[in-house]
């Protein structure tokens, strides 16, 4: 092991001891409560990094030297590509997640904690809902709204909050970005982890279906396939599962350019099934087909104030939000920047945007009212 392995494993051992002592003992003074976690949480990694100031590349260094882990929780990437559990107790655990290429869907959380930026820059988005009909006890429609966005860089720390305290998301623009998170684990959160499909859509996730998961695995199976008799076999599906089912299905269907013709159809099925969905289901669907492009975009955008407009498309829909999050954190003018994003999306090649007025784009929509309109 080389001097520079050394104390790069050295630091981040002692990162990871001294802040999971800090926590633990202070969560012990204060019961071990719920809602005490997170500013403690906070307070811990915020302490923990002015002492140890540990990097992404500092843990990568130590898990790939030989560092003995701790229990993995996960060892998919489903939450993390990859995630690192650094310290686990059963009570609580750290967390680094790397990730190349995310946007967190917008989500609750069942569990309280804290996280940290340790590598990159990131648009955290928080958000309201408002229910407006309930279709069943796992699907909600309503009204989700964000409420405020800011851009974080290194060094960050929010708290996180579990149930509908805090909604929110997270767009990385790093490559990778690295977030640091202490999370309680084994506490039941007193209402679901619900996931949001802006403007209108909450459902929760968490129920263990197996019958849902191997019903959307194989559509998305046949969708890839190119399988005969797509429509049909669509149309029986809605016609006898539940709305949640139909929700994913559809939105199978709006992630394939082929099978996407069949979208208008199966909100048609849905809206017959449920009479109401086929708004609130579409507008989903095509807010998130927005948020999706931008983030794919960030492979091919290198500027760092485009890639903030990036982060604003993949995070907000409304025109007015976008242009104060550019005023309040990209380091352009607003106009002028704007202006030279869309010039720079049209020398990629990536999108078909329409030369006389680009701000018909589906993606670009939320810059309307800026230069070039």
Known sequence: ????????????DSFVSSTAAELRNRWRRAGNTRESFPSLAARAISDGLARDPVTGDDVLHWVLDGAELPFQPR????????????????????DALYW???????????FSGAFAVL????????????????????????????????????????EIHEGPALIHSVVHLGCPSVTLVARTCGHTAPTPEYAYFPPAIALDPSKNDLLRTRTVQLVRMLIRSGAPGLGRTVETLIGRCDVHTAF??????????????????????SDARWPGVAEPFGDA?????????????????????????????????????????????????????????????????????????????????????????
């Not at 060892?75 to 990859?82: I, M, R, S």
């Open 248 to 269: 994913r299905v559809v939105r199978e269907l709006s992630r394939n350019a082929a099978a996407s013709a069949l979208v208008h159809a199966a909100l048609g099925w």
């Open 119 to 158: 590598n990159g820059q990131s648009v955290h988005t928080r958000y309201a809902f408002a229910e407006t009909h309930r279709v069943d006890d796992h699907f909600m429609i309503g009204q989700v709204v964000a409420t405020d966005a800011e851009l974080l860089d290194v060094g960050a720390v929010r």
């Open 75 to 94: 060892l998919d990437e489903t939450f993390g590509q990859p995630p690192v559990t650094l310290y686990h107790d059963g009570e609580f655990q750290l």
């Open 1 to 12: 092991m080389t001097g520079i392995e050394t104390v790069t494993r050295g630091r981040v």
């Open 285 to 373: 669907l095509a807010a998130e087909l927005r948020h999706v492009g931008a983030v794919t975009l960030l492979h091919r955008i290198t500027e760092p104030d485009h890639r903030v407009v990036l982060g604003a498309l993949a995070a907000l829909d409304e025109p007015a939000q976008v242009r104060r999050f550019l005023q309040q954190h990209a380091a352009a003018e607003t106009d002028a920047l704007i202006a030279g994003f869309v010039r720079a999306v049209k020398e990629t090649g990536a999108l078909d945007i329409p030369a006389e007025s680009p701000f018909d784009h589906m993606l670009l929509r939320p810059l309307a009212g800026g230069a070039g309109r």
């Open 100 to 110: 190349v290429q995310s946007s967190t869907d917008v989500h609750a959380h069942g």
